[in-house]
């Protein structure tokens, strides 16, 4: 619509910061680190050369137009494109000191210190809140009764579901409301005890108070978790992170302080798209 | 964007407008329809009439029970037949269910490549093969080998009909499942087979249970392949290695004797047959939840349990 970008110029715009500038913190670790990380899907270039470094214990945002690369992004953090026949991840993605695409790693366990929400909640159908929430450590071979009682007790509780749940856990998972689903989901991926969270835009299917339930919960977690979330919704990003990425089609155009990327944004596209200008 | 309201006045004015015409046709559209499935119904339920009628009179203690009397007579019964009837069908199941469940989730979920291709197109091929030929085949490689006619060589027959059925079906099923339910299998650090057996398989249960149940229900009334590996008996089930009998061998020789006492018998036969498909499809589906999990959680979900 408007005049938007020449790919020229997106390029001398995009040279940018990977590290969030500005960190007040700065002995704040970082818990993940992409590298130079490209994600082909067949012939189409999905993401191009992303660099990103998550601090510790924060909630990352990733924000863009719909089709900019930030799911599929997100998605290679936990190495999820290994389920895509078709797509293709280079470069690194460090949790901590380990490369999750180094060759001699077992994704699978790896994948268990990177849990995930996803964007529609998709609890188990066949089975009950109870064990929607255990199936992670139950499927992995964790069977002492005590140790799954706590667990179930302590997710639900860290997902805000508990109090609503905690007299029939028994029940059948999908007859919970989308909000509760989702929170259900939230308590799955936190029961497995990751280090990281993922949430691909965890509220959109929700209305605004199941919306405000879930953001409460991710700036309770941020004290334990590092939280990386993607999101649609700029308020969202404005309320619940510390750093926001904006990217656009599939490259990382800003990455800040989430006060400083919407009030003071360097670059000409993410300040037009935080003034709802495009998107 | 530009389009201007006067073009849009025109583009309405495109549609068709006849409302008495579109109810009309759209009535006519449900009748043809409903037309249709009676025309469809009227065979499928006179022959259940008509069996029902003509069997009924057949069927008593002895009928069920005994092995068959003299030939013409009408007396003695269809027991052989029955026993061997549940045997063959349990035997078949024992070996066609796993291995069309097996090939189904191999298609399903390992299956996007040329083998996998190559084999669904095979066993859509095998799918429709005649049956005669599936008995021929394991007439030759088990009956004319071991030299005497087999009960393993006929559950062998048709657990060959049952399989491509299964897997077809199994297939189907497990596609149904969303992929959001792997990928948080996925996400959650499961390995690929704990995700397909405890997740997906109990996500598509229903449609898999469907689908051996339509199997059975096949294989139940198949009569040419056990022609060619059981052969038929008037005697009850001794041995795997000698004749065995079953319902549609027993149907088919009745009906074809010139005695009306016979022919009454082949009708109680058949209905017998009836019931005990029925029987299993109720029972199967009665214990693996469709109905009664299903039920009690409708139950449950009224009554809210309070502690």
């Not at chain 2, 399989?163 to 079906?169: D, K, L, Q, Y």
């Amino acid at each position: 619509m408007t005049v938007l970008s020449t790919p020229a110029q997106k390029i001398n715009n995009s040279i940018d910061s990977q590290i969030p500038d500005s960190m007040s913190h700065v002995e704040k670790k970082f818990k993940m680190i992409a590298e130079n990380v490209t994600i082909h899907y067949g012939n189409t270039m999905g993401v191009k050369n992303v660099t990103m470094k998550f601090p510790e214990k924060s909630v990352t945002a990733l924000i863009g137009p719909s089709g900019c690369g930030k799911t599929t992004f997100l998605r290679c953090l936990n190495r999820m494109h290994d389920m895509t026949k078709n797509a293709k991840v280079e470069g690194k993605v460090m949790l901590d000191d380990i490369d999750l695409y180094d060759k001699s790693i077992d994704p699978i366990y790896h994948r268990r210190k990177v849990g995930m929400v996803f964007q529609k909640p998709n609890p188990f159908p066949t089975m009950s809140i109870y064990d929607n929430v255990v199936a992670g450590l139950k499927l992995n071979g964790v069977k002492d009764k005590r140790i799954l009682d706590e667990i179930v007790e302590d997710s639900l509780k860290m997902a805000y579901l508990w109090d609503e749940v905690k007299n029939d856990l028994k029940k059948s998972a999908i007859e919970l409301s989308g909000g509760q689903q989702q929170r259900l989901c939230i308590a799955r991926a936190l029961a497995i005890q990751p280090e990281v969270l993922l949430m691909d835009e965890p509220a959109s299917a929700l209305d605004p108070i199941a919306t405000q339930k879930i953001e409460e919960t991710i700036m309770e977690l941020k004290k334990e978790y590092t939280i990386i979330i993607v999101t649609h919704n700029m308020q969202q990003a404005v309320r619940v992170s510390d750093y926001t990425g904006f990217m656009y089609l599939g490259e990382l155009i800003e990455f800040r302080e989430t006060k400083k990327l919407f009030t003071d944004p360097k670059n000409e596209l993410t300040s037009k798209y935080v003034q709802g200008q495009f998107g | 964007m530009s389009t201007t309201n006067e073009k849009r006045q025109e583009y309405r004015a495109l549609f068709k407008n006849n409302v008495k015409k579109r109810l009309l046709v759209d009535k006519l559209v449900h009748i043809v329809i409903f037309a249709f499935v009676i025309i469809a119904i009227i065979p499928l339920g006179s022959i259940l009439v008509e069996v029902f009628k003509n069997g009924i009179t057949a069927i008593s203690y002895e009928f069920l029970t005994a092995t068959p009397g003299s030939i013409g007579s009408g007396d003695g019964g269809i027991g052989p037949a029955i026993q061997g009837t549940l045997i063959i069908i349990g035997l078949a199941s024992l070996i066609g269910v796993p291995i069309g469940v097996m090939s189904g989730i191999f298609l399903s979920e390992y299956g996007d490549n040329r083998l996998a291709r190559n084999i669904r197109f095979f066993n859509d091929v095998f799918m429709e093969f005649p049956s005669i030929v599936l008995g021929i085949f394991a007439f030759l490689v088990i009956v004319l080998i071991l030299g005497h006619f087999s009960v393993w060589a006929g559950a062998f027959a048709l657990s060959l009909i049952m399989f491509p059925i299964v897997a077809r079906t199994t297939e189907e099923s497990l596609k149904m499942v969303p992929m959001t339910y792997r990928e948080a299998g996925t996400a959650l650090g499961l390995k690929k087979w704990v995700i397909t057996f405890r997740i997906v398989i109990s996500a598509a249960k229903s449609g898999m249970i469907t689908g051996i149940l339509l199997s059975v229900s096949r294989i139940g009334g198949e009569t040419a392949p056990l022609i060619m590996t059981i052969l038929g008996s008037s005697q009850f089930f001794s041995s795997m290695d000698v004749p065995m009998d079953a319902l549609p061998l027993r149907i088919w020789r009745l009906s074809l004797l010139p005695y009306e006492s016979s022919q009454l018998q082949g009708w109680g036969a058949a209905l017998v047959l009836i019931f005990i498909i029925i029987g299993i499809n109720l029972a199967i589906r009665y214990h693996f939840g469709n109905g009664n999990a299903m039920i009690s959680r409708l139950i449950k979900q009224r009554m809210p349990t309070k502690r």
